[in-house]
């Protein structure tokens, strides 16, 4: 669908909606329902790469689920990372938000060492046809999961802006990470 096309957020519906979502994305399997696949177009992500960290790994697609929540990669696939469609499409004017996870219950999640990048590291994103865009950090910030900044993460842009996003921080009592590593990156002109 074109970027035309397709349905915004209202502002509010974003704040209401983020920190449940990140709830989801640090509980094991929470939010996995009906994952949708890989790239469904040439001008989709398909795949990301961050070279000082050693990541390398295809991207699935990720909507929302039946619960209304942004959807996080399954638990047996804790070494991908997931696109958000209701995002931009990386290289696009807007906010792309890649998802991945810290850990899982078998060891090391793809975004482990996320919090090793520092401003300007290299991120790519290879899309469907093969095109790499070229990523460049730009900030990070590690927030509490009950103040996650919704609007800067997902809210419009203009700037070709990149945002990776996994758990941080300890357990709480229930088992999820009482923060969020939110990395922001836009793209090499």
Known sequence: MS?????????????????AVLLAACAPGGGTDKVIGGPASAEEPSRILIPAIGVDSPLIRLGKGK???V?????????TAG???????PGEPGAAVI?????????KGVFHDLHKVTEGTAIDVRRGDGT?????VTGTETVRRNAFPTRKVYGP???????????AGE???DGHAAENLVVYAALKP
């Open 3 to 19: 970027p035309s096309r397709r349905t915004r957020f209202p502002a509010l519906a974003l704040l209401l909606l983020v920190p």
């Open 67 to 69: 619960d209304e929540n």
């Open 71 to 79: 959807q996080v990669p399954p638990p047996e696939k804790v070494m």
């Open 83 to 89: 696109w958000y469609t209701g995002g931009a499409r």
């Open 99 to 107: 998802v991945g996870h810290h850990d899982g219950r078998g060891g």
């Open 132 to 136: 790499v865009l070229h990523f460049t």
């Open 157 to 167: 842009t203009g700037e070709k802006a990149l945002r990776l996003v996994t758990c």
């Open 171 to 173: 357990l709480d009592a």
